[in-house]
Each structure stands twice: as structure tokens, then as C-alpha cells.
């Protein structure tokens, strides 16, 4: 088992170069270092001294991966690539280009950003898992063919329309609750009730639906004969012998995301105001603060190794039949 | 229909009546199972055989009110101890589940829960129907356990499925069956996925089981070998009805029906070698299609034209006993009776070519077999020459994952195989016959070892270099239904091989490709049209005919075939084995037969090589090593064979060799047989025994034959 975690974490080394590599190259094939100083500087009265002047202070005067003119390893280190982006394995993201430290601001919004994801990831989890265990329950019945239609129906409206929806009838028409902004502490509440439960919602008809498949697949294996054979009852059916073995497929596809709920939701977070990592992300993403996407896309890469490697590990835990060594 | 072939039962019996199951499908009901009637009489078994399709399965199901979804009780009555089990209401029946009337399944694999450990398996039945937890339900389960034979049952209680062996899976479905002590059990081909001496392990499990506590046993199984070993009554169905009904002595003495005659007749045995076997023609009536009249009427050797349009009662066998032996036949109907004697001119014997006859040609085969040794043409280069080839699988493990031991899977086998010939290679599962067969080919890289076909040595890998060896050597799977590839026309599939290995039938126009396909088809035995259709229209047989017609698309000398009649049912069998002799003796194919079913062998066989954990252990024609074994091993496997020969006689009961079969990647230390080997001594504990040549066809590795060779100038 200890083995396997380090030549995973050895894997993870390459992975999270390349990640880097590949960022780093996309961005700057479509930005070049001037555009970005243009954009920092603002449109007007931008000279070419400005400009130099600007890349010169943030270190974008040197080449990108290679430095012809340097000396020995130099030729590598004295680069833009090296200097931006390869300290980020110590944990070091730098300052974003407006000078503030990302380091600081990624601690300050992972709060609201959890608050947000964690409750709707949970409730999500539980309430598709319910809903797909009924369907398989009642399989072959019209409760389970009308459930089958609601959920395609779900799946086919876009999240987006959830959100403006919500907003409109919770918010505005009935104001029940903030349209959007947040909060911190326990007034926070109120502002992360509507979206959590429009992000529920958004996500219900695929994953009920996929769970459901699941659960008829698993019903009609051998082993839920026999243990019907046995005279069990259908519940004692469903929960000791369907849902345990089901849990497997489920779970490659859950836990994968769990580390992820730490970087927050890209629109849930712009649309409702939070002031979270996923809105922090759009915002440097619009103002092309190249430093602040980068250390985003980077830690997006940790967390999705992780969260690789916990679903394996989860592995061990409902299937016996896993072992590592 | 009028006499239900059932004698007055006693009042503790499971009494089923005119039970009929059917399917749904595109909104219609196919009708499975039709007007079955038995009883299951404490202390007895009653064996249900019949072919796949035929409705076995779903009646025992349907006594359970098991059937899948789409599965329909459509009429009947189950009575045990004064309920009807089909229409309990669902909490009453699962009183009845798993207490008074338990079943095992088929595939011990798939049947035990995964994640569950095999404690909790069995506790959950001690707990629902005897209310015992803790510390005395572990007790049960370990009684239970060293009851049906498993070593450290207290050890094994905390293991999960997967930690156990094929057999002991299947030893902990039956403990699981008998936790609460049921009256009756249900056993649905209980023993067709196992090894045959894994299989006669489980079958004399059962049979003790059954006699100590006097349940009543419904067997259902299509092996007639199993029923001779294990039944007291035996009921056969034919597309989803009972035709004939019997004790097990008279029906292995004198089958009745039509069909269950030619089932007798389509058996591949060595007294039937040289000859082709009784193989029905057409295949099982469909539910949707089933003819009036009799059903099996469009494929009787015997009908007459009352047979198309009545469907026949039952009648009692001339010479039977009252309540005995009854046929569901025409023929045997007193008005017909003229008809009878014609149809079975030797009456009331009806003489059919049955197990009574076989067992004492199988006593004097032995000469008249003998001809395929004296055709050895010593000298002449064979066909296939496989020397010291070996299959080593890498055991890695660890941060580096270093090689940390191998899985000897094939571990220095030689081989040769002349022109014309078969050889059988016959093992237990994971004894690496297959693996053998892959290697030859070059299907797998060997470890080690060189392979010439007609002289020249096949190279080790390499497309180019191996493309004039693919196209000598071709391979029959063993899975008609998963060696086609679905998405391609039956004339695609042909055709594939010619191009790839640019062959005369692959290059030229249109209508020279159509006619290459055609004559291939027509090879094989079936229709030009087949060319357009695509894989899923057809049959298992017909299936594997097509698949055997892509391996002589190319011509090849040599065809590997692996297993190629073991999915089939034994009507299929006996069609498919027909056609191999049939194109081995017009086109000279060399077989090479892996297989582990010894009547195939002894029918289809020159030679016969025995592997037993990656090695050759005993060589020789079929004659010296079926007739006359010297290896433990050869002894131990063909004494687990079921053989019907001796049920006529009501002689049954073979003893079951103990043990299984280890793992290849562990060996056992000296001879790997050692372990299980009745006979082992020192010496075999010590090192694995030489090759000994006891003559000059036959070699065996074992140490009881060391320096027993034959002189060296006998030897070729």
C-alpha cells in the first residue's frame, strides 16, 4: 500500500510538469507578454517605454523557455517559464500582476468557496443516491417511468436557466432570500441557500438516472437471486447486498471531485456574488493576469491527482477484492 | 393431456402441477414452460435434463418465484406441506425461501456476493430463518462449513468469495442452501461450471447431503453422465414440456422417446469412432415458433403424420412397471402398436445404440481402436514440432515494481503432430492448454522454446516473418458467441483473413470473392446466403461453423481448437464434431484439440497429451493412455469422469480424488501432483521425475515408471 501511494505521488511529479508546460504554452500563444502589460496598463497613453518598463519590473523581458544569451544552466533558468512557473512546486505562486499576493487571497476565498461547495455536493450525493435507489425500487412501474422522463426532462434544461430561474422567483418574486452577495459567519446562510439548492437541482437528472442504471444493472446479477433465494427481504436486498456493490462504480466518479470543491464553482460563484476561488478565477481570467490562472490551473492539477488517488484508495474500502502492494 | 405421469405421492412430497412460465418480449407472452407436473419426494432426486432453452432452469425457478423480470407464472400449482408456493403472498413465500426450499446455482462465481465475506453470507440465512446471531450462529457456520468439506472452517468464515477456488465456492452456495435444513433443494446445473474432478467432489457432496437428511433433490443438468452419478428419478424436457419420465436404471436401460434416444446417440465415445455420430438435423423449435402436435415432431427420425397435428399423451413404456418409466410419444400409444414394432423392431426392448451396448464395446475397443498408432509414419518431418516451449507470466510487485516471480504458465511442453492427425491436449482449468495453443501461434510471445510447422521454425514475433506461418496455422475459439466480431457481415468475416494474408480468395473481383465465400460456406455446411447476415442471426452451432469456415478460409495445415464444442449442447456437439472428421479426413487438417471432455477425446483423438500445471505428465496414443493410464493424474481425471456406462446396472458412485489444483505461480515442491497423488513418496516430494518412455508412443513423467523404459531399439 505504501508503495503504491509513492510511485503514485512519484507519477504525479511528470503529470503536474506537463500541466505547467501546457499552460504556460497556451497562454502565450494567444497573449504575448506586451498584450498583457497593454491590458495591466490600461488602453490609453500606453508608450513603449511603459511597456518595457512593465515587463522589465515583472521579469516578461526575458525569453519564454530558453535563453540563448545566458550562460550554462542559465540558458534554462533565466527564462519566463523558470521563473514563473517552476517555483510554484514549493508552493510559491508569487503575486498576481497587480501586486497582491495569491497565496493570501486563495486562503481568504476558499472559505466561502467550500461553504458553497461542500453542502451541495453532500445533499446532491444523498438525495440522488435516494431517488435512484426508489426508481430501482419501483423499477418497471409507472413511478418509475415518469421518474425516468423527469429526469431526462432535468438534464435537458440548461444550468444556467436553474439559476436565473431561482433568482427570479426566489429572490424577486417572492423575496425569500438575497439575489446575491455573501456574508461571513452564520449570516452567511442566507445567502448560500438559493444557490446550493439550484445546484442540487441542476445536477439531479443525469446522476439519478446514471445511478439508477447502476442499481437495475447490479439487481439483475446472480448473487441478488441467490440472496432473495436466502428469503431476504427486498429492502434487506437492496441496501446490504445492491447498494454496497454498486457503491463501487459510484464512488470512481464521487470522490474524484471531493478535493476539487475546494476551488469552488466557476458559475454558481459569478452569479450569485461569492466571493470565492472559482469567481476569483473568472476575474483573472478577464483581466489576463496570467499568474493568477496559472497557480488556479495548477492547484486544479494537485487536487484532481489527488483526487485520483483517493478514489483508488477508496477502492480498498468497499471492494475486497482491491489491495495495493 | 389426460394421465399425469405421477404416482400417488406421499403427502410430505413438493407436488408441482401443469406449471407454465412464460417470457415477456415486444409486448407478447412466450410461453417457457408448458403443463409441467413432477413430485419431489423427500429423501429422492429428481433429475431434470434437457438442452439449453428447454425450460429446465425456469421451472425450478418458477417454484421460487425467482425468474427474471421479464419471466411470467402463467398457470399451475406448487404444493408444499398444504401451501401453493405460486400463490403465497411474497412474505410468506420468503418464509419459505431458503428454509423449507433452498437452491444452488449454476456459477459459484457469480452467485456469491462479492463484498460480503463468506460468514455474513451464511449468517444471513441463520439469522433470517433460525433467528440465531453472535456467537452461535458463527458456530453453525462453521459446522456447516466442515460439513460440506472445507478445511479451517473457522479460518474461512472471514474470507471473501474471491479468496476461494472455483469448487469451494460453489461447497460454501451449497452450506449457504442447507443453513436452514430444507426439506428440498434445488440444484440448477450445480456442477457445470467446474472442473470434472472439482465436479465429481460436488456431485458426492450432494448425493451424501441428500441421503443423510432425506431432502428431496431437484437436479437440473443437460449431462447425462451427472444423472447417472447422482439422480433416482429422472424427467426429460424437450422445448418446455416433460416428455418422459422414469427411475433412473430403466431410463439408462431403455430411453423411451424418440428424443432422448437420439441424445444417447449424438454421445461422441470411442466406440463410435471412424462413424459419424447420430447428430439431429434443425435445432430446438423457438418459443415464438413451436409446432402443433409434438414438438420435437419436425426432427423425429420416427414421426408419422398424427405426430404434426396431435400432441401426444403419456403412455406407459411396454414392459415398465406400474407407475414406472412413461413416454410422451405417439409410438407408444396401444392403437399405434404396429407402428411401434416397426419403429423399434427388437421390442419391448426398444434397442437403441444406448449406454447398455457402449459399455460393452468400450470394454473390447481397445483392439479395434488401436489403428492410429500403426499409421505413424516414423521418420517423416511432423507437421507440428513444439520443443521445451514455455510461457512465463512476471509476478510484479512493489515501488519499482520489480519482477518478483514468475507464473509459470506453460512451463516446457513439447509437442509433435503429423499431418492428418489429432492430437488432444486435456487438462483441468489453468493447467495452460490454452496457453499452449496461443503460444504455438504466436497469439503470445513465449518465454522460451522453438515451434517448427513442417520443418521450418515459426518465428518468435514479427508480422511480416509470421504471415506465411499465420496462414498454415489457424485457431478455433472456444465462445462462438464472442469470437465473431458482431459488427461484420458472416462474408466480411471470411473474407478478412484471405486479404490480410493476400491470398487468392482477397485480391481478385467481385464475384470471384463470392464464390471463394460460397464454397467456404458450403464446406462447412451452410447456405451462400449466410455470406449477408451478420453473426447474431445464427445458432451456437451454426456459429461455430462459420467461425470454423474463417479458420479454413486461409487454408491452413494445422487448426489449434480450443474447446470448440463446450458452449454447445450435446445435439450441436455431435454436428460440429461430425464436421471436423469429416474435414479432416478431405482436407487433411491437422488438430490440435484442447479440450477437457474425455468423450470428445476418445471419439475424435489419435493422440492424447495430459497437462497438468504448465507440463506434459503422460503422452501416448489415445489408446494406451485412456484404456490404460499410468500416471495418477490421467487415473485421478478419468476416474472422475461420470460415465453413464454402469447406471443401467445401478452401479454409480465414483470416489473423489481429493485436493485441487494448485497455482502456477507456486508450485508445489518435486512432482507438482504430489500433493493430491495417492501414491507419493520421498522421491516425488523431492523432484519433479524425468520423462520415462514406456513405448514407442507413450512417455510419463512420474517416479513409479523411472527406468521402466522400453529398450532404446524399440524406440523410434
Known amino acids: 500500500m505504501f508503495a503504491y501511494l509513492v510511485r503514485r505521488l512519484a507519477y504525479a511529479v511528470p503529470i503536474l510538469l506537463g500541466v505547467n508546460l501546457l499552460t504556460f504554452a497556451l497562454f502565450f500563444v494567444v497573449n504575448t507578454p506586451d498584450d498583457m502589460a497593454r491590458m495591466q496598463l490600461g488602453v490609453k497613453r500606453v508608450t513603449a517605454e511603459a511597456i518595457a518598463k512593465w515587463k522589465a519590473e515583472r521579469g516578461y523581458?526575458?525569453?519564454?523557455?530558453?535563453?540563448?544569451?545566458?550562460?550554462?544552466?542559465?540558458?534554462?533558468?533565466?527564462?519566463?517559464?523558470?521563473?514563473?512557473?517552476?517555483?510554484?512546486?514549493?508552493?510559491?505562486?508569487?503575486?498576481?500582476?497587480?501586486?497582491?499576493?495569491?497565496?493570501?487571497?486563495?486562503?481568504?476565498?476558499?472559505?466561502?468557496?467550500?461553504?458553497?461547495?461542500?453542502?451541495?455536493?453532500?445533499?446532491?450525493?444523498?438525495?440522488?443516491?435516494?431517488?435512484?435507489?426508489?426508481?430501482?425500487?419501483?423499477?418497471?412501474?409507472?413511478?418509475?417511468?415518469?421518474?425516468?422522463?423527469?429526469?431526462?426532462?432535468?438534464?435537458?434544461?440548461?444550468?444556467?436557466?436553474?439559476?436565473?430561474?431561482?433568482?427570479?422567483?426566489?429572490?424577486?418574486?417572492?423575496?425569500?432570500?438575497?439575489?446575491?452577495?455573501?456574508?461571513?459567519?452564520?449570516?452567511?446562510?442566507?445567502?448560500?441557500?438559493?444557490?446550493?439548492?439550484?445546484?442540487?437541482?441542476?445536477?439531479?437528472?443525469?446522476?439519478?438516472?446514471?445511478?439508477?442504471?447502476?442499481?437495475?444493472?447490479?439487481?439483475?446479477?446472480?448473487?441478488?437471486?441467490?440472496?432473495?433465494?436466502?428469503?431476504?427481504?427486498?429492502?434487506?436486498?437492496?441496501?446490504?447486498?445492491?447498494?454496497?456493490?454498486?457503491?463501487?462504480?459510484?464512488?470512481t466518479g464521487v470522490v474524484v471531485v471531493i478535493p476539487q470543491l475546494f476551488l469552488g464553482s466557476l458559475l454558481m460563484e459569478s452569479f450569485f456574488g461569492i466571493p470565492g476561488l472559482g469567481s476569483y478565477t473568472i476575474d483573472a481570467i478577464n483581466a489576463q493576469d496570467f499568474s493568477v490562472v496559472r497557480a488556479m490551473v495548477f492547484i486544479g492539477s494537485v487536487l484532481y491527482i489527488a483526487g485520483l488517488i483517493l478514489t483508488d484508495l477508496s477502492y480498498t474500502l468497499v471492494d475486497p477484492r482491491v489491495r495495493f502492494d | 393431456m389426460s394421465a399425469i405421469p405421477v404416482q400417488a405421492a406421499p403427502a410430505d412430497a413438493l407436488r408441482v402441477r401443469d406449471l407454465s412460465v412464460g417470457f415477456a418480449a415486444g409486448g407478447r407472452v412466450l410461453t417457457a414452460v408448458d403443463g409441467v407436473s413432477f413430485d419431489l419426494v423427500p429423501g429422492e432426486t429428481l433429475a431434470l435434463l434437457g438442452e439449453s432453452g428447454c425450460g429446465k432452469s425456469a421451472t425450478a425457478l418458477a417454484l421460487l418465484r425467482l425468474l427474471p423480470d421479464a419471466g411470467r407464472i402463467l398457470g399451475g400449482r406448487a404444493e408444499l406441506g398444504g401451501d401453493d408456493l405460486l400463490a403465497l403472498p411474497p412474505a410468506r413465500l420468503r418464509d419459505v425461501r431458503g428454509n423449507r426450499l433452498a437452491m444452488i446455482f449454476q456459477e459459484p462465481a457469480t452467485s456469491l456476493n462479492p463484498v460480503l465475506t463468506v460468514g455474513q453470507q451464511i449468517g444471513e440465512v441463520l439469522a433470517r430463518h433460525l433467528g440465531l446471531a453472535g456467537e452461535a450462529a458463527r458456530a453453525r457456520s462453521e459446522a456447516l462449513l466442515r460439513q460440506v468439506g472445507i478445511a479451517d472452517p473457522a479460518a474461512r468464515l472471514a474470507a471473501y468469495p474471491f479468496q476461494l477456488s472455483g469448487g469451494m465456492k460453489q461447497r460454501v452456495m451449497i452450506a449457504i442452501a442447507l443453513a436452514a435444513e430444507p426439506r428440498f433443494l434445488l440444484a440448477d446445473e450445480p456442477t457445470t461450471a467446474l472442473d470434472v474432478t472439482i465436479q465429481a467432489q460436488i456431485l458426492a457432496l450432494l448425493r451424501d447431503l441428500q441421503a443423510q437428511r432425506g431432502m428431496g433433490m431437484l437436479l437440473i443438468t443437460h449431462d447425462l453422465g451427472v444423472v447417472a452419478e447422482a439422480a433416482h428419478r429422472v424427467g426429460v424436457m424437450y422445448a418446455g414440456q416433460l416428455i418422459e419420465t422414469g427411475r433412473r436404471d430403466d431410463f439408462f436401460r431403455r430411453p423411451a422417446h424418440p428424443y432422448t434416444q437420439a441424445l444417447f446417440a449424438a454421445l461422441p465415445d470411442v466406440a463410435r469412432r471412424g462413424r459419424r455420430l447420430l447428430a439431429l438435423p434443425g435445432q430446438v423449435p423457438t418459443l415464438a415458433r413451436m409446432p402443433a402436435g409434438c414438438r420435437f415432431a419436425p426432427r423425429c427420425p420416427k414421426a408419422f403424420a398424427r405426430c404434426g397435428s396431435e400432441a401426444p399423451a403419456w403412455w406407459p413404456v411396454p414392459g415398465a412397471e406400474e407407475g414406472g418409466q412413461q413416454v410422451r410419444c405417439h409410438l407408444y400409444d396401444p392403437a399405434e402398436a404396429a407402428r411401434y414394432r416397426e419403429a423399434f423392431p427388437s421390442a419391448p426392448e426398444p434397442a437403441v445404440a444406448g449406454c447398455g451396448t457402449d459399455a460393452a464395446a468400450m470394454v473390447t475397443a481397445g483392439q479395434d481402436a488401436a489403428t492410429p498408432a500403426a499409421s505413424d509414419a516414423p521418420g517423416a518431418a511432423p507437421l507440428l514440432d513444439v520443443q521445451?516451449?514455455?510461457?512465463?507470466?512476471?509476478?510484479?510487485?512493489?515501488?519499482?515494481?520489480?519482477?518478483?516471480?514468475?507464473?509459470?504458465?506453460?512451463?516446457?511442453?513439447s509437442l509433435h503432430l503429423e499431418r492428418g492427425r489429432t492430437l488432444a491436449l486435456v487438462g483441468e482449468s489453468g493447467c495452460g492448454k490454452t496457453t499452449v495453443g496461443k503460444g504455438i501461434l504466436r497469439l503470445l510471445r513465449p518465454t522460451r522454446g522453438e515451434v517448427a510447422l513442417a520443418g521450418r521454425l515459426v518465428p518468435d514475433h514479427g508480422r511480416q516473418a509470421l504471415a506465411p506461418f499465420r496462414r498454415q496455422m489457424q485457431m478455433v475459439f472456444q465462445d462462438p458467441f464472442a469470437s465473431l466480431n458482431p459488427r461484420l457481415t458472416v462474408g466480411a468475416i471470411l473474407l478478412e483473413g484471405m486479404t490480410a494474408l493476400g491470398l487468392p480468395g482477397g485480391k481478385p473481383g467481385a464475384a470471384e470473392r463470392e464464390a471463394a465465400v460460397a464454397a467456404l460456406l458450403d464446406q462447412v455446411g451452410l447456405p451462400a446466403e449466410a455470406a449477408y447476415r451478420y453473426p447474431h442471426e445464427f445458432s451456437g452451432g451454426q456459429r461455430q461453423r462459420i467461425a470454423i469456415a474463417r479458420a479454413l478460409a486461409v487454408q491452413p495445415d494445422l487448426l489449434v481448437c480450443d474447446e470448440p464444442t463446450s458452449a454447445l449442447d450435446v445435439s450441436v456437439q455431435a454436428q460440429i464434431l461430425n464436421l471436423l472428421a469429416e474435414l479432416q479426413e478431405r482436407l487433411g487438417l491437422a488438430y490440435l484439440f484442447i479440450t477437457h471432455n474425455f468423450a470428445v477425446v476418445e471419439y475424435l483423438a489419435h493422440e492424447v497429451a495430459v497437462m497438468y500445471l504448465g507440463r506434459i505428465v503422460e503422452r501416448g496414443t489415445v489408446d494406451e493412455v485412456l484404456r490404460d493410464p499410468r500416471h495418477p493424474y490421467t487415473r485421478t481425471l478419468l476416474a472422475a469422469v461420470p460415465r453413464i456406462a454402469a447406471a443401467g446396472e445401478g452401479a454409480v458412485g465414483n470416489v473423489a480424488s481429493p485436493g485441487e489444483t494448485p497455482s502456477p505461480a507456486n508450485p508445489p515442491a518435486g512432482c507438482h501432483f504430489q500433493p493430491r497423488c495417492p501414491e507419493a513418496d520421498a522421491a516425488c516430494r523431492a523432484r519433479y521425475p524425468e520423462e520415462t518412455r514406456l513405448s514407442p508412443t507413450r512417455v510419463v513423467h512420474c517416479h513409479r515408471w523411472a527406468g521402466k523404459d522400453v529398450p532404446p531399439m524399440l524406440d523410434k
Not at chain 1, 439559476?163 to 456574508?183: D, E
Request: positive net charge; aromatic residues 12%; proline residues 3%.
Open chain 1, 61 to 251: 523581458d526575458k525569453p519564454l523557455f530558453f535563453n540563448g544569451a545566458a550562460d550554462g544552466t542559465a540558458k534554462l533558468t533565466d527564462t519566463i517559464f523558470y521563473a514563473k512557473s517552476a517555483r510554484m512546486f514549493v508552493g510559491d505562486f508569487g503575486a498576481a500582476e497587480d501586486g497582491r499576493d495569491i497565496a493570501r487571497e486563495i486562503a481568504t476565498r476558499i472559505g466561502p468557496s467550500t461553504a458553497l461547495a461542500v453542502p451541495t455536493f453532500i445533499v446532491g450525493l444523498l438525495v440522488t443516491v435516494s431517488a435512484a435507489l426508489l426508481l430501482a425500487f419501483v423499477r418497471g412501474t409507472r413511478l418509475d417511468f415518469w421518474g425516468v422522463v423527469a429526469c431526462v426532462a432535468a438534464m435537458s434544461v440548461s444550468g444556467l436557466f436553474y439559476i436565473i430561474f431561482g433568482q427570479w422567483l426566489f429572490s424577486k418574486a417572492l423575496r425569500l432570500v438575497p439575489i446575491s452577495g455573501y456574508a461571513d459567519g452564520l449570516s452567511a446562510f442566507k445567502f448560500l441557500v438559493l444557490p446550493v439548492a439550484i445546484g442540487v437541482v441542476a445536477g439531479l437528472g443525469s446522476s439519478i438516472r446514471w445511478y439508477r442504471t447502476l442499481f437495475i444493472e447490479e439487481i439483475g446479477k446472480d448473487y441478488v437471486r441467490t440472496a432473495r433465494a436466502k428469503g431476504l427481504g427486498e429492502g434487506t436486498v437492496l441496501f446490504r447486498h445492491v447498494l454496497k456493490n454498486a457503491m463501487i462504480p459510484i464512488l
Open chain 2, 388 to 413: 521445451d516451449l514455455q510461457v512465463h507470466f512476471p509476478i510484479r510487485r512493489g515501488l519499482f515494481k520489480r519482477t518478483v516471480g514468475w507464473v509459470k504458465a506453460v512451463d516446457g511442453v
